[in-house]
T-cell receptor, first 116, second 116 residues
Framework: AQSVTQLDSHVSVSEGTPVLLRCNYS??????LFWYVQHPNKGLQLLLK??????LVKGINGFEAEFKKSETSFHLTKPSAHMSDAAEYFC??????????????FGTGTRLTIIP | NAGVTQTPKFQVLKTGQSMTLQCAQD?????MSWYRQDPGMGLRLIHY???????DQGEVPNGYNVSRSTTEDFPLRLLSAAPSQTSVYFC???????????????FGPGTRLTVL
């Protein structure tokens, strides 16, 4: 069975400071991992994805994430926060099980607040 | 391209009423799905479809029906609305079900449903 845990429900950072949103996952096989962003009253948009290629993944808007198998983590970072980064962020795991269907499992979300 | 569209944006129902949430995509995507989003619970899969004429249940299918008569449309029917179905509903699509792990999910803007 697969699962994903977002370790912080709410993160606040000052504009111009680094952002760290933490995600741990559990998977029986070889997972793919995603980060999606949801701005207020909008649908979700893909930030970046890991699919067993390079472990450091770069996404849109200056975000990146590193896949660490030994730590079962896929934390999202950005060197310098911008006001437009204020949103809810979802970590998602997708797994492929033998004889089973591929399935997406969403984390519960981390709300990022940017302090001017 | 309009992407994924959903109607209505907002809906208020009384307990026991039925209604259909509409979802359409113009990207010729094989895979379409419905999620509900509740506070502190992330997104949970209701039903999905891997192509016209093929649907299957997700994690929380009770009280909902779907059909997929065309590639473009994937309506979600609430048979007899209950207060527990108060939620935000998102429709999503992706290019192929077989590549789900690597494929970006495109989300609609959501329908906010309240059942009194």
């Amino acid at each position: 069975a697969q699962s994903v845990t977002q370790l912080d429900s709410h993160v606040s950072v000052s504009e111009g400071t680094p952002v760290l949103l933490r995600c741990n996952y559990s998977s029986s096989y070889s997972p793919s991992l995603f980060w999606y962003v949801q701005h207020p009253n909008k649908g979700l948009q893909l930030l970046l994805k890991y699919t067993s290629a390079a472990t450091l993944v770069k996404g849109i808007n200056g975000f990146e994430a590193e896949f660490k198998k030994s730590e079962t983590s896929f934390h999202l970072t950005k060197p310098s926060a911008h006001m437009s980064d204020a949103a809810e962020y979802f970590c998602v795991v997708s797994d492929l099980a033998p004889f089973g269907n591929e399935k997406l499992t969403f984390g519960t979300g981390t709300r990022l607040t940017i302090i001017p | 391209n309009a992407g994924v569209t959903q109607t209505p944006k907002f809906q208020v129902l009384k307990t026991g009423q039925s209604m259909t949430l509409q979802c359409a995509q113009d990207m010729n995507h094989e895979y379409m799905s419905w999620y509900r989003q509740d506070p502190g619970m992330g997104l949970r899969l209701i039903h999905y479809s891997v192509g016209a004429g093929i649907t299957d249940q997700g994690e929380v299918p009770n009280g909902y029906n779907v059909s997929r008569s065309t590639t473009e449309d994937f309506p979600l029917r609430l048979l007899s609305a209950a207060p527990s179905q108060t939620s935000v509903y998102f429709c999503a699509s992706s290019y192929s079900s077989r590549g789900l792990r690597a494929n970006e999910q495109f989300f609609g803007p959501g329908t906010r449903l309240t059942v009194l």
